[in-house]
């Protein structure tokens, strides 16, 4: 820290309460009531450096007053005693901490060169331009004591040229950084570091300077100046990731909630316990403030953070426009987000769930904003493999990155659906509204999709039958693996059509694949390609079972079966072209594909239903009955009728 010494004379003041006097063999001659301490002093001396004295005292003596009052002296009682002391020639320090503060108490006092060559404001001057404004650390503490004195130090460009100067210095090439700074976080590289204060020299390194050595000190400031210096920085061209890694840590320094868990308790001895809810309005402005100064660029600041600032714009009930932008940059590149972070708690008046989905909502629609415009086809070649690495235009075809980015995201959002499906206060509406977000393309499989759902369905166990339909009309059956299948197959809690079509479509895959049963071969059960096996909760639970009568049973049955009539014919039209395909192009080895072709022919229809009824506890006799014959004569219906009540 740099200093300057102004004067020789010894210090002849003397301080008694609120009155400051001068030890002389002269009595005093003019007072001055500055804020209410009083200071008895000669006009001789005064008289050779203040310009402004004489009309101090003809406005006094028009009040008809013994004092000269001064109400609001820029730097106080202390700074007023500095220019007095020099005045006296009296021994002042100055320093970074009070040189703003004089400066502006000089200037009150008009301590010009017009009043006396190499006035005090002159030499003030000299010791700003040659020594603070040349610092890194002087600059910055200069600016920090000159901030209470903010409209005369605006005025004399003393917090301007301070920004000025600690911006040009953030420009430094790091190999040339020569003054001191703190740096207390381990470089990136292998090169080893001590965590303090550094001093550097031109024939003195410890180490290599870090391209962020100067985001630490940055961290010292208020807000309103330290986004006035990031700003200034910005506008020298400094690379977006060095501010970006600025805003962090000075969001980590001042309010560290954000970057911590919520209520984690630290048992060291000098652990902090954490907790969003203890943030107060002064952390709203500075969040909001950091938001507002993020770099634009996609990819400069982590996921992570992000979220966690998202998290405690919640809890702050900042502006909807912070929260927009944080939900924009966070849709932007959600395929790092992790599902804890994501899990948002809503502390919002107008629901009563537990994590704000709409928020989650909205960030997915930022996502998918970034995808709109590629065509069907595209996609299926990206599926297929006929990937085209192309730009035209503005129109591109979709990269493998793109689509693996996709299928991260399915996966995050199916897995974000079965946390809050256990919310029981979780509107359904909403449930679809978020899973529909997601492309059918980006879920090759629909195991996890299939978990929240059966998760919801088992939370919410009072839903109707169409809102049962409803919610299962996002899965798709086909995309199910045979674990999941097998599981769907016993779950109670699936409407009947559900699990028909989970049964159908199991056997004509097991057919195509070979006409074995999962049971016959229990080992070739493969794992869902999810990247990670998926568990299922029980599916045979008593208390969801459905409470239909009898009658609704049947009549539920036969509408189903007649319903999947047209699927039936479809897949086996499917299977039939799928043979005669297979038949035109493979005609060196006639006698394995008759023998497929064989067991193709083995799959029959009955195998499915004598399979649903064993697992819903019908007769498998009957059900085959009825699924082959849809004409119900009245004696069968009354035998029916039978049946029903002595199942029931």
């Not at 003397?14 to 002389?24: A, D, F, K």
């Not at 979780?426 to 499989?445: G, S, T």
Request: a negative charge; hydrophobic letters at 35%.
């Amino acid at each position: 820290m740099k200093f300057m010494k102004l004067g020789s004379k010894p210090d002849i003041f003397t301080v008694r309460g609120n009155i400051t006097s001068v030890v002389s063999d002269l009595s005093s001659d003019i007072t001055f009531d500055v804020d209410g301490h009083k200071f008895h002093l000669h006009k001789f001396p005064l008289l050779a450096k203040w310009g402004c004295l004489n009309k101090l005292i003809a406005s006094a003596l028009e009040s008809a007053s013994e004092e000269v009052l001064i109400y609001d002296f820029p730097g106080g009682v202390e700074c007023f005693e500095m220019c007095a002391k020099y005045c006296y020639g009296i021994t002042i320090t100055l320093s970074p901490h009070n040189v703003g503060e004089v400066r502006c108490g000089a200037e009150f006092l008009q301590m010009t060169e017009a009043t006396e060559k190499s006035n005090m404001i002159y030499k003030l001057e000299v010791f700003l331009n040659s020594s603070i404004l040349r610092g890194w650390k002087d600059a910055i503490i200069c600016l920090r004591s000159s901030k209470p004195y903010m409209p005369w130090c605006e005025d004399l460009k003393i917090m301007g040229r301070c920004i000025e100067s600690i911006a040009s210095k953030t420009c430094v090439n790091p190999a040339e950084v020569t003054w001191s700074f703190t740096n207390s976080r381990p470089l990136t590289s292998s090169t080893p570091r001590q965590a303090s204060c550094t001093e550097r020299s031109s024939s003195h390194r410890m180490a290599p300077v870090p391209a962020d050595w100067w985001v630490e000190d940055l961290s010292d400031l208020d807000i309103d100046l330290y986004k006035r210096v990031i700003l200034a920085i910005k506008s020298k061209g400094v690379a977006q990731e060095l501010v970006a890694e600025s805003i962090r840590i000075y969001t980590l320094k001042n309010i560290p909630d954000v970057l911590q868990e919520p209520q984690t308790q630290d048992t060291s001895s000098e652990g902090r316990s954490y907790n969003f809810m203890e943030m107060t309005a002064k952390d709203k402005q500075v969040l909001e403030t950091v938001v507002s100064l993020l770099p634009s660029e996609k990819g400069t600041s982590s996921c992570i953070f992000l979220l966690r600032l998202l998290k405690a714009a919640s809890f702050l009930d900042a502006s909807s426009s912070t929260k927009l932008e944080l939900a924009r940059r966070v849709g932007l590149q959600l395929e790092e987000a992790s599902l804890h972070d994501l899990m948002i708690p809503s502390v919002s008046y107008s629901n009563d769930t537990v994590c704000d989905i709409d928020l989650m909502i909205r960030i997915m629609e930022y996502y998918m904003m970034q995808f709109q415009g590629p065509q069907e086809h595209e996609r299926s070649d990206l599926l297929t493999g006929n990937v085209e690495f192309d730009f035209n235009g503005s129109e591109h075809r979709m990269t493998a990155a793109t689509h693996s980015s996709q299928l991260k995201v399915a996966k995050l959002v199916d897995r974000y659906l079965a946390e809050i499906a256990r919310d029981a206060n979780m509107p359904l509406a909403k449930f679809i509204q978020l899973a529909e977000l997601v492309p059918d393309y980006a879920r090759p499989v629909h195991d996890g999709l299939y978990r929240a759902i059966d998760m919801y369905l088992k939370e919410h166990q009072h839903m109707t039958k169409s809102e049962r339909k409803k919610i299962c009309r996002l899965m798709d059956c086909k995309k199910l693996s045979m674990d999941a299948c097998m599981h769907a197959a016993q779950n109670d809690r699936l409407p009947l059509r559900v699990v028909v079509q989970v049964l159908f479509f199991e056997q004509v895959r097991t057919a195509v694949n070979g006409g074995l049963l999962p049971d016959d071969h229990p080992g070739n059960i493969q794992q869902p390609e999810y990247g990670e096996e998926i568990s299922f909760p029980e599916a045979n639970n008593g208390n969801h079972r459905e409470t239909s009568t009898g009658d609704e049973n049947w009549e539920t049955v036969h509408q189903d079966f007649t319903a999947l009539k047209g699927d039936l014919a479809s897949i086996k039209k499917r299977i039939a072209e799928a043979e005669r395909e297979r038949g035109g192009m493979q005609h060196d080895n006639t006698s394995k594909h008759m023998k497929a072709k064989g067991v193709l022919s083995t799959f029959k229809p009955e195998k499915l239903f004598n399979k649903l009824f064993a697992t819903r506890g019908f007769s498998s006799s009957e059900s085959s009955r009825d699924s082959v014959s849809p004409e119900v004569t009245t004696e069968k219906i009354t035998m029916k009728q039978q049946l029903r009540h002595s199942i029931a």
